[in-house]
């Protein structure tokens, strides 16, 4: 454990985690997994923010080493990949993609999207009837009172919102009412703060350690996402290969296979000694690695 390794917690405004995601101070470090949450998930975190319950806090990380390249993606945008003093997200990654995918105004925002991916996840609406977190159906318009969540993040955008939309359509009591009701979600996005961790001075190896630990009584890691984060400095994508080979196993119809059994499988390439004992670490940073690696991949086929 490295000597100067430092822990603060801290409290942070919701907005400003947001804040920092777009101009790429807070970034995905390459070996992150990938953003898995359905649109249950989704309205669930919404609600819970909307109630003012508490989402668990985020572990941030700042290394003391150049860990490689970063996941350019998070919340359906491209960040900004050219920030010097930047921290990575550990855990919380699918919590703060999803606020930052719904949050984030398209109109208004100068990064580039992905389309596919913000469309089928992060276009949340508000509807101020129900008052519920809803998916609009496609090809179906939306009604004026149901309202893409980032317009709630700003009362001013929601006011020009609603000035163009109401007036036309409803009476001074319907009006009022959903003015109220907007407001009451906007101060709880505005006022509602999320608690960090965050970590200084560690190498990549502790952060995955304490990323272990940290998840080991929620959802499972598999071995790959390990051996992957602590190979990437030798430019390998050890997860790549996998997902490579789940899509050429697809024709058999094996593409749903446990990743952590493919891992196995390569693992017994590098003898007995990895088989009976599960060092991952030291297997990730074996020179080696890579090229017996690729030379396994045709055997399992």
């Known amino acids: 454990m490295s000597e100067n390794l430092n822990i603060e917690p801290r409290i942070r405004s919701m907005v400003s985690y947001l804040e920092d995601i777009e101009t790429g ?27 003012r319950y508490p989402i668990g806090s985020i572990l941030l990380w700042k290394p003391n080493e150049n860990i490689g390249e970063d996941k350019e993606e998070i919340g359906g945008y491209y960040t900004p990949s050219d920030i010097k003093d930047k921290v990575y997200i550990l855990d919380g990654f699918q919590r703060l993609s999803t606020l930052f995918g719904c949050l984030i105004n398209p109109n208004k925002t100068t990064l580039k999207p992905n389309e596919k991916v913000r469309k089928e996840f992060f276009e949340l609406y508000y509807d101020l009837e129900d008052e519920s977190f809803i998916y609009i159906r496609k090809n179906t318009n939306p009604t004026p009172y149901q309202i893409p969540v980032y317009i709630l993040r700003n009362s001013s955008d929601f006011r020009q919102y609603a000035r163009k939309e109401f007036e036309k359509n409803y009476d001074e009591i319907q009006i009022e009412k959903y003015y109220d009701r907007a407001d009451k979600l906007s101060r709880a996005f505005i006022e509602y703060q999320i608690a960090s961790v965050d970590i200084k001075n560690a190498n990549i190896t502790e952060a995955v350690e304490i990323f272990q630990r940290i ?17 990437l400095k030798q430019g390998f994508r050890f997860a790549d290969v996998i997902d490579v080979l789940l899509e050429e196993l697809t024709r058999y119809n094996f593409n749903n296979i446990d990743r952590n059994i ?35 991949i045709p055997k399992i086929k």
């Open 25 to 51: 101070l807070i970034k995905i470090p390459a070996f992150q997994r990938d953003f898995i949450w359905n649109r249950d998930s989704i309205k669930e975190l919404f609600d819970s923010i909307k109630k």
């Open 215 to 231: 998840n080991s009584k929620g959802e499972p890691i598999s071995f790959d996402w390990t051996v992957n984060a602590l190979s």
């Open 262 to 296: 493919i891992f196995r499988c390569i693992q017994s390439s590098f003898g007995k000694l990895y088989i009976d004992n599960t060092d991952i670490e030291s297997l990730a940073k074996r020179p080696d690695f890579s090229i017996v690696t690729q030379n396994s």
